[in-house]
């Protein structure tokens, strides 16, 4: 079976932690004034990067800009999906000016239908294309409204989970794509009936703990095959393991400090539906 997991290649856009800090909370993993290592947080982001291409996926950069600490987090910059970017409005307003230099690269980079909501809304982070449909996550950050004008946009539709802990503020801090049909995810970051709603959509998911959740272990990145995920996730990627998926361990703790992990770290660019 592990021979059957048959991985497709990725687009990846990121942005380097040049200017990575915490500054503000906008999230309970984030203490104000917490010291992070600049210097440490290159070298993982960058170990990322080069784990992504060791794997035969694209990536490209977008450049940070001094004063927007958070950038790096391009899942929250927009969701593209059939070459079509729906960019973000941010929660916070010390987020609000990323939106500007994100949509500006997919402007440069050929992207002509780029559309600004006007809801809130975080791109990636509460927005997950799944095969047939789009998860998408609402509680914390993005809204219902937003909802709606993504089903609107894209002609996909939308399927809303109502998230309940603020530990996992973002739909990609509980829950990440494995591939076309399967998911996995932390149950109690949802409300009851969104618990229900997933396990009617994935009677054969990947269930996770709350350490493994904790450990960021559900912001991970799968291409089909390979796992890209928090060494920190020990029981998650055994399971995976036991699927026949191959878990590859990439740490980001020092992106953990402002409640990110590789995920967050991580647009996907796709061309086609997926
Ligand atoms: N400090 C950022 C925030 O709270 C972290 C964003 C993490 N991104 C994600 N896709 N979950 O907005």
Same mark, same amino acid.
């Given at each position: 079976?592990?021979?059957?997991?048959?991985?497709?290649?990725?687009?990846?856009?990121?942005?380097?932690?040049? +200017?990575? %800090?915490?500054?503000?909370? !906008?999230?309970?993993?984030?203490?104000?004034?917490?010291?992070?290592?600049? !210097?440490?947080?290159?070298?993982?982001?960058?170990?990322?990067?080069?784990?992504?291409?060791?794997?035969?996926?694209?990536?490209?950069?977008?450049?940070?800009?001094?004063?927007?600490?958070?950038?790096?987090?391009?899942?929250?910059?927009?969701?593209?999906?059939?070459?079509?970017?729906?960019?973000?409005?941010?929660?916070?307003?010390?987020?609000?000016?990323?939106?500007?230099?994100?949509?500006?690269?997919?402007?440069?980079?050929?992207?002509?239908?780029?559309?600004?909501?006007?809801?809130?809304?975080?791109?990636?982070?509460?927005?997950?294309? %799944?095969?047939?449909?789009?998860? %998408?996550?609402?509680?914390?950050?993005?809204?219902?409204?937003?909802?709606?004008?993504?089903?609107?946009?894209?002609?996909?539709?939308?399927?809303?989970?109502?998230?309940?802990?603020?530990?996992?503020?973002?739909?990609?801090?509980?829950?990440?794509?494995?591939?076309?049909?399967? !998911?996995?995810?932390?149950?109690?970051?949802?409300?009851?009936?969104?618990?229900?709603?997933?396990?009617?959509?994935?009677?054969?998911?990947?269930?996770?703990?709350?350490?493994?959740?904790?450990?960021?272990?559900?912001?991970?990145?799968?291409?089909?095959?390979?796992?890209?995920?928090?060494?920190?996730?020990?029981?998650?990627?055994?399971?995976?393991? +036991?699927?026949?998926?191959?878990?590859?361990?990439?740490?980001?703790?020092?992106?953990?400090?402002?409640?990110?992990?590789?995920?967050?770290?991580?647009?996907?660019?796709?061309?086609?539906?997926?």
């Amino acid at each position: 079976m592990p021979d059957s997991r048959v991985p497709r290649r990725r687009r990846f856009l990121v942005c380097e932690p040049r +200017h990575f %800090a915490v500054q503000y909370a !906008i999230n309970p993993w984030m203490r104000p004034g917490e010291p992070v290592d600049v !210097i440490r947080a290159l070298d993982q982001w960058q170990a990322l990067v080069d784990t992504y291409r060791a794997h035969g996926h694209t990536v490209e950069t977008v450049a940070p800009v001094p004063g927007l600490p958070d950038m790096v987090f391009a899942a929250n910059a927009a969701l593209v999906v059939e070459g079509r970017v729906f960019g973000s409005l941010f929660h916070a307003p010390e987020r609000r000016p990323e939106s500007i230099p994100y949509q500006a690269w997919f402007k440069q980079a050929g992207f002509e239908e780029v559309h600004h909501p006007e809801s809130v809304c975080e791109g990636e982070g509460d927005l997950v294309p %799944a095969g047939r449909w789009i998860l %998408a996550g609402t509680g914390f950050r993005t809204t219902p409204e937003a909802h709606r004008e993504v089903q609107e946009f894209f002609g996909i539709p939308v399927v809303g989970l109502t998230l309940v802990d603020p530990y996992f503020y973002h739909l990609d801090t509980a829950l990440f794509v494995l591939d076309e049909e399967n !998911i996995a995810y932390y149950p109690e970051a949802f409300s009851p009936g969104s618990r229900e709603v997933l396990a009617r959509l994935y009677p054969d998911a990947v269930t996770a703990t709350r350490e493994d959740a904790l450990a960021f272990g559900l912001n991970s990145v799968s291409d089909g095959r390979h796992v890209f995920i928090s060494p920190g996730a020990t029981a998650l990627a055994d399971q995976l393991a +036991h699927r026949g998926y191959v878990p590859v361990p990439v740490d980001l703790s020092e992106f953990h400090k402002a409640g990110g992990g590789i995920k967050c770290c991580t647009q996907e660019i796709r061309e086609n539906r997926s």
